[in-house]
């Protein structure tokens, strides 16, 4: 099998990895791989600071790129595309994160939003309001947003912009896949299924989705590093139960019935990493301190630059700006901080920014309260907001002027029933149709035909982004898990973990 | 009005207060912080879809009804998104000379529209003529073509 594989893509290199065994790869693959910019991934852990508390966790996102590039192509094997879809494929892969940042999603947050500043005298009490009032205000919500483009700023959407921009990354794609293969693939990192029908509808969904190839490689491959077991389920049996299925002119990647335990188990075990893993308390509050610092840097243009200037002069620009990318990787984060230790840089920042610096680079964090975790489960928002506000932890937020609190919390999956779904949609969508009816925008017909419409629309959206169960090759049937009795997330959609915990901020 | 925050966004960006239970302000809201975002001012970080009435967010939607006090300012935003911010105000700025040229709103969601089909819908190197036959294609009561061309051009000129 691994002969005809390598035969048919040409594929003549091969790479050791920890986690998939040999790697097989082409020349063109090579070249990517030879590029400075995804080189740079070396230099990117894929878990930030995790490997402070799980030694093992030095994985980087170049080895991570490598390992998508990898299952895509198995899903994309096994569900039977052509050898240049596949090509597309594993080049996608094996960029997709070629615009990522600094200590991964750490540096990242502030590009996407701004996150609010808080005074120096104020800001124990003021991120402790915050806190409270997203315990107030907690809400299961029911998403109806799916498969949605990566916005400005988003390491995606950077991706996509450098593959644009860099002359030589397009050279490769053009010769390898054709030079409609560059917007097809830089569509496909971003997660835009706007643009695309058909097969090419497929092959973003291999790389966003519910059962993408990213989510697969990262599972496994954190697992493996940081020694936990989350990364062990069925993968085999998931992927040879993969199946494309026609709908309403694109495709739609499904699973048959039998591979539903290993779907059940996959998702599962990606929420026991979320809170064993990523939601590890010492974790959190590292990567709090340094999103707290990236935060006020990149407000200030200190160290870390703009949005706007990494994006229009660093990556638009020629020559001096793509150094200063290339450069962009953790160790600038370390450099940052180090910077913060100078004598004349520090006199210009706020104390808790020098401090929360100065403690990072010794490899301190600011220190867990005992006591003060709270952690729930539960698929009740009733429950969960009335077990956080009964918390001692919560009740001393108003008074804590030397302690911060952070509250974290993950869905088991994105998805509700299809019918939860429906109701949800029509609730807001009616109301929406009833006002532009009440202002004579348009004639009631024309509402109710532009309401099924879009509702239409937004169904097939959530079964593109779901796990989707096909039953005899039948894309009137195509249902996700948790409409399917036969699943376990038919009981669990809607859980939710919350995380309430509490640190010195100042000793 | 539940939420400070987008209100405040609304206000800043079309100088009126908004009013989550009219119809125009929502829609408005819509397409203003589509573009917003995409002109790299990082007040939110909702995803749009292209829906009947263009690039629309199911959660903006939802979230404009929900509780939260903060607001913004656009003194709280570095001077590049500010910059981007009066673009967008100052191209917002506009009334119809008579009754055959759209409304405020028809406007805000032509500029909003091209641009979510140049960027997202039709191939990169799409002309002018191929982005707004599809625009009038999908959204017949934008097919004042004057018009149309001069939103093409305010887009343009955004996004240059």
């Known amino acids: 099998m691994e002969r005809e594989l390598a035969k048919e893509l040409n594929l003549k290199h091969r790479i050791l990895d920890n986690v998939h065994g040999f790697i097989y790869y082409s020349d063109a693959e090579a070249q990517i791989m030879d590029e400075l910019l995804f080189k740079r991934l070396q230099s990117i852990k894929q878990l930030s600071l995790a490997n402070w508390i799980f030694p093992g966790s030095e994985h980087t ?46 540096c990242e947050f502030p590009y996407k939003k701004k996150l609010k500043s808080y005074s120096e005298g104020t800001f124990c009490k003021d991120v402790n309001n915050e806190v409270a009032k997203r315990i107030d205000g907690f809400t299961i919500k029911v998403e109806k947003d799916f498969m949605v483009k990566a916005n400005k700023g988003h390491h995606e959407s950077v991706g996509a912009l450098i593959i644009q921009n860099n002359d030589r990354i397009k050279t490769i794609i053009k010769n390898e896949c054709g030079e409609s293969a560059i917007d097809l693939i830089c569509d496909m990192i971003t997660g835009n299924v706007e643009r695309v029908t058909g097969e090419d509808a497929l092959l973003v969904q291999i790389l966003h989705s519910e059962l993408d190839a990213d989510g697969i490689d990262y599972l496994r491959r954190d697992a493996a590093f940081s020694g936990t077991s989350f990364g062990s389920f069925e993968l085999d049996q998931l992927i040879n139960c993969m199946k494309r299925v026609d709908l309403n002119g694109s495709q739609i990647l499904a699973i048959e019935p039998k591979g539903i335990a290993a779907a059940d188990q996959y998702l599962i075990n990606k929420f026991f990493s979320f809170s064993q893993v990523i939601f590890n308390k010492h974790i959190v509050i590292l990567e709090w301190m340094a999103e707290r610092i990236v935060a006020w840097m990149q407000e200030k243009c200190a160290c870390f630059p703009e949005q706007n200037i990494l994006l229009n002069e660093w990556l638009g620009g020629e020559g001096g700006g793509l150094e200063k990318y290339l450069a962009f990787n953790d160790n600038f984060f370390w450099n940052a901080l180090q910077k913060t230790q100078e004598s004349d840089f520090s006199r210009a920042l706020p104390k808790f920014i020098q401090s929360l610096s100065g403690k990072l680079l010794s490899h301190q964090e600011l220190k867990f309260i005992e006591g003060s975790e709270y952690k729930i489960i539960s698929k009740s928002t009733e429950d969960i907001r009335n077990e956080l506000q009964a918390s001692y932890t919560y009740k001393e937020l108003p008074t804590w002027t030397n302690n911060i609190a952070i509250l974290n919390e993950k869905k088991i999956t994105k998805h509700v029933t299809e019918e939860k779904f429906k109701t949800a949609f029509f609730e807001s969508a009616q109301k929406e149709n009833d006002d532009r009816q009440n202002a004579s925008m348009e004639n009631k017909d024309e509402l109710t035909v532009a309401i099924k419409q879009d509702y239409q629309k937004a169904l097939g959206l959530r079964l593109m982004e779901g796990i989707c169960i096909v039953e005899n090759g039948a894309p009137q049937e195509l249902h996700l898990l948790c409409d399917d009795n036969r699943s376990l997330m038919r009981q669990l959609y809607d859980t939710t973990l919350v995380l309430l915990r509490a640190y010195k901020f100042e000793d | 009005m539940a939420n400070k925050y987008l209100a405040s966004i609304y206000n800043n960006l079309f100088d009126q207060r908004f009013d989550c239970n009219r119809f125009e302000h929502r829609l408005e809201l819509q397409k203003g912080i589509y573009l917003l975002q995409d002109l790299g001012v990082p007040v939110s970080e909702y995803g749009f879809s292209w829906y009947k009435h263009g690039p629309y967010s199911q959660t903006l939607l939802d979230d404009m009804y929900r509780m939260n006090d903060a607001s913004i300012s656009t003194e709280d935003l570095s001077d590049y998104s500010q910059e981007q911010f009066l673009k967008l105000r100052e191209a917002f700025t506009y009334s119809p000379l008579n009754e055959e040229e759209y409304n405020l709103q028809n406007w805000v969601e032509c500029v909003a529209s091209i641009h979510f089909l140049k960027e997202n819908v039709l191939p990169r190197a799409a002309s002018e003529e ?17 018009l149309n061309q001069k939103a093409f051009k305010v887009v343009n000129s955004l996004f240059s």
């Open chain 2, 130 to 146: 191929l982005i707004l036959d599809e625009l009038t294609r999908r959204k017949p009561h934008l097919s004042n073509f004057n």
């Open chain 1, 61 to 106: 996102r170049f080895v991570h790129s490598i390992g998508v590039m990898h299952i895509a192509d198995r899903i994309a094997e096994k569900i039977g595309l052509n050898t240049s879809k596949r090509k597309v494929l594993r080049l996608a892969g094996l960029l997709h994160d070629i615009g990522h940042y600094p200590l991964s999603h750490v």
